[in-house]
Each structure stands twice: as C-alpha cells, then as structure tokens.
C-alpha cells in the first residue's frame, strides 16, 4: 500500500515538475497572446449567450411599441405627466380585476400576485380563499425596464404555467402495509404517519418567456438540504436547456422575464398543494 | 496559441512534451472559460440588458389636456370600483366554510368577516395496501362543495378500510360491528360521496393530517359549523 502511495507522489511530482518547466520556458509574448486570446474569447461568449439573446426579445418588444400610436413626451406637464401615470396605474388595477372575473368561470383554483399590495392570493370562482403578505420581490432587468403598458398587456396574465420546478411534492403520499393482525395494527397505529416536511421553492414557467418564482421567507433550512439542493439543480438545467435551445432554435426566445417574490414557508407549501398542476397566475404590478 | 507554441524551442522529445503540455492546458483553460459563460448566460443577459431602454408609452393619452385626463381618470377609478363589487358578489352571502388541507385548518366566515377559524383534521394522504390490488387512498378532496344534510349524533358505518386497518377480519355488509355511536363526535354535515365534516375522539391530532378523507373538527368549532351552514350553504376545500 505504502510503495503504491509513493509510486503516486513519484509521479505527480514528475507531471508538476515538467509542467513547472514547460511554464517556465514560454516567452512573455506568448502569455500576452495567451490572455489577448482568451478575452477575445470572452467577448465573443458575451455576444453570443448575453448580448444576442436580449437584442432580439427588445427587438421583438421595440417591433411591439411601434405598431402602437406614439407620444411626445415633452409635451406633458408635470401635473398631467402625474395623471397618465394614475390613469395607466388604475388601467392595469382594472386589468387585474377582469382577469379575476374572468378566472372566476374556471373551475380551478388560481393564483394572483398582486405586487402593488404585497399580497398572494388563492381564489376559487372568485372567492378568496387564502391570502398571504409577500415579504420580498425581485425582478430581472428585463421586467424592471417594461413600462407598465406593457407589463400590463404582455406579461401581466392569465397565463397558464407549461412548466414547473419544485422542491415539494404536489401530493405527499405515505404508503402503509396493511397490518397482518390486531397486535402489529396497534403498533402501526399508535402514533399518525405524517408527510416529512422539508423547505419549499418552486417555479412557473410560461409561454411567454416568463418565470414567477416562489421562495420560502425563511433562511434556516428545515431538515435535510438534498430538496434544496435537488430544486436549485433542476432550475439551473432548465436554464442551460433554454439557452442550449436559444442557440440551436432560431425561433426559441433567449430572454427570460423572471419575477421572484418570497412568502412564509408553510404559506407557500399551501398555495403550491392547493394548485392544478398547470396552474394560471396574474400579476398585478 | 499557435504562436505560442512556435515560440518553443524544437530541441528534441522534452520539448514536444513541453509543448503539448502547454497547449493541452491552454486549450483546456479556453474551454472551460467557454462552458463558464455559458452556464452564466442569466449574467451576460442581466448586464446586456443594461444598456438597451424603451422610450415611456402612454397608450395615445398624450394627446388629451388635462380636463380629458381627468375624466379618463374618474372614468377608470370608477370602472375599478364596480368590478370591486362585481368580485365581492362572488363570494357567498350565506356564512361559507373554507378548508386548508396543507395546513389543516379553517375559516368559517361570511362575506363580511370571519366568524370563526382553527385547526381541523383532514386526509392523511395515506396509501394503504392491502394486497389483491386493495388500495386505499385517504385525502381530501379538493373544490368546491355544498352541505347535503346536517345529522345530529352521526352513526359511524365503518367501510371494509376501517377493519382492514385494525388487522379485523371485514365483516358481511350490515353487520353490527359495522355501525358505530359516538366516534362522529355530536354532529356531522354531509359534503356528498361519503365524505363528512364531523367531530373527533382524537381531539390532540387536530392540526394535523390523519383523517381517511372526511374533515374532523373540534367539539366547539363542529357546534359553531353546525349552526352557521345550512343544506346548500358552501365549503371551500384546498
């Protein structure tokens, strides 16, 4: 074991003594090439998987705002300047409710964001059933640039979510043999089998190029961290495959709007088990 | 790196090796800064963003003065109030009942506040395999239902699940160690399908999920359940 230990080291020492070497002998100018080369190469990645991807969604959301009428900015007063801005926020609050109304003739349940009031709501054919207070929002640049017009008309809702990631099951299902006689009912029986809780993020995808992530508040994480790791491992193969998609599909959207607002945990555990599986959200910015 | 290699010394076999060394570890270090960004794509894409802009849309709302805007303004405000109210009708007048299966528990409320609200039992989300494809699933269902009929001192009609889970023998239909006084608790209302909001002899797992489907309910909270909803009267369930 010993003389196979030191046959390691023996080696090793020979590769980082020839490696030492062969650093030692490159010219200066090969390193200055070496780096000049490298940041071309970054810049290039830059292009690629940054600066081309969001090009074409402010082209396709520019190509949007043209075929809209066009306004002289310099022409408003302060005052009336200060009355469009009510006048679009109460538009999309009026929005925001006949999407309500609308989604009170389905027969799920929904879930609405309504980010102006801090508050997650479930609603049911119109009733509320739970409310709760969001602790936190966070958007992406690309959300926090729209102006409310268009946050109002292209990524305030109903949207049904294509896809989701979780780090909790939607049914916590616990087998249970059934005992053989009344002795081992007994022992079965003496305490309840409850569904192991652990910590809760998921996340909405939609058709849209949109993502509503939701984050437990809590930073203590209960229990084992392999949900969390699991969900966080799952979001960040999500994002590869969309952008492995953005650069092999010509059609395939490259940006994604990603909105994140964080609740407590067992309040969030209650929104995402009382969801469809495809839910619809609306935001209300 | 082409220049970098020429740029060695050709003096035999160490020098090829040198060479190759170099170069498999600049080719190495190039893509492994290429998979880099790519898996910090959301990065580049975040500081790209920073230098595109779009112009301030009003919707055409500058060409009015501000006589018009405010109009527009009551109008909208107006608009907002009625669909408010609009929302608000939804909800039930009679007092309606509102059940969390996640956290298990209860509101019992009306249009205007809650009545009342605490902790419930609903279905423990249990399989019980029973063998010869005999399977149980207790939960909850979920949506919206209405109260089929209200019973005073429920009799218990224990189904073939509740003796399979004692590790009983299952008894013929309408046997008498079938029926059951008293394990319902003083009252239960009757959602539809055999499921029951009812009370408990368990009053200590309140809160938590056990039930085999139907929701259990303190003594206290079943009474005030019991007075408030009539047949017909809604049960939220999620």
Not at chain 1, 12 to 34: Q, R
Not at chain 2, 112 to 120: L, Y
Request: net charge positive; glycine share 4%.
């Amino acid at each position: 074991m010993s003389m196979q230990i030191s046959s390691i080291l023996l080696k090793v020492k020979a590769i980082s003594f020839k490696l030492k070497s062969a650093i030692s002998t490159i010219p200066l100018k090969s390193v200055i090439i070496f780096f000049i080369l490298q940041l071309a190469v970054l810049s290039v990645a830059f292009v690629v998987f940054g600066v081309l991807p969001v090009h074409r969604e402010v082209k396709s959301i520019s190509n949007f705002l043209e075929s809209k009428p066009l306004q002289d900015k310099q022409e408003l007063t302060k005052s009336n300047s200060e009355l469009v801005r009510k006048i679009l926020g109460s538009e999309h609050h009026e929005a925001f409710l006949k999407s309500n109304i609308l989604l009170s003739k389905s027969d799920s349940i929904s879930l609405l964001i309504d980010l102006k009031d801090s508050l997650a709501i479930l609603t049911f054919k119109g009733v509320s059933l739970f409310e709760t207070k969001i602790t936190s929002i966070s958007f992406n640049k690309g959300l926090k640039k729209l102006p409310l017009f268009l946050l109002d008309s292209l990524y305030s809702g109903p949207f049904v979510a294509t896809e989701e990631i979780s780090s909790i099951e939607k049914f916590p299902i616990v087998i249970k043999k059934a005992p053989k006689d009344t002795l081992e009912a007994n022992l079965l029986n003496a305490a309840p089998i409850l569904p192991r809780q652990s910590d809760v993020f998921y996340l909405f995808a939609f058709e849209n190029s949109m993502t509503v992530e939701i984050v437990q508040q809590e930073k203590n994480i209960v229990g084992s961290r392999s949900s969390f790791r699991n969900y966080k491992k799952a979001k960040s193969k999500w994002i590869r495959n969309r952008n492995l998609n953005f650069l092999v599909k010509a059609d395939q959207k490259g940006y994604t709007y990603q909105l994140s607002i964080k609740i407590p945990r067992e309040d969030a555990r209650s929104i995402y088990r009382a969801l469809p599986i495809k839910p619809v959200v609306v935001v209300r910015y | 790196m082409e220049t970098n290699i020429e740029s060695l010394p050709k003096s035999g076999k160490t020098n090829r090796t040198k060479r190759a060394i170099v170069f498999l570890l600049s080719f190495s270090f190039t893509l492994a800064l290429v998979s880099f960004c790519f898996l910090n794509s959301e990065v580049f894409k975040e500081v790209a963003m920073s230098f595109y802009s779009y112009p301030d849309h009003d919707g055409g709302l500058v060409e009015k003065d501000s006589i018009q805007l405010t109009k527009q303004f009551v109008s909208t405000q107006k608009k907002v109030v009625i669909l408010q109210k609009k929302i608000e009708s939804l909800a039930p007048s009679n007092p309606y009942l509102i059940i969390n299966t996640t956290n298990n528990t209860f509101v019992l409320r009306t249009r205007k506040g809650i009545i009342r609200e605490g902790f419930c039992s609903t279905g423990s989300y249990t399989l019980l395999d029973a063998g010869d494809s005999l399977q149980w699933i207790f939960k909850t269902p979920k949506g919206m239902f209405r109260v089929q009929g209200k019973l005073v001192d429920p009799l218990w009609v224990k189904p073939d699940w509740a003796f399979i889970e004692e590790g009983l023998p299952v008894p013929p239909k309408n046997h008498p160690d079938r029926y059951e006084y008293g394990t319902l608790g003083d009252y239960a209302l009757s959602l539809g399908h055999g499921y029951l909001i009812h009370g408990t002899l368990y009053q200590r797992f309140l809160g938590l999920p056990v039930t085999h489907g139907c929701v259990r309910l303190g003594d206290d909270d079943l009474k005030e359940v019991y007075n408030k909803l009539v047949e017909g009267s809604r049960v939220y369930i999620y």
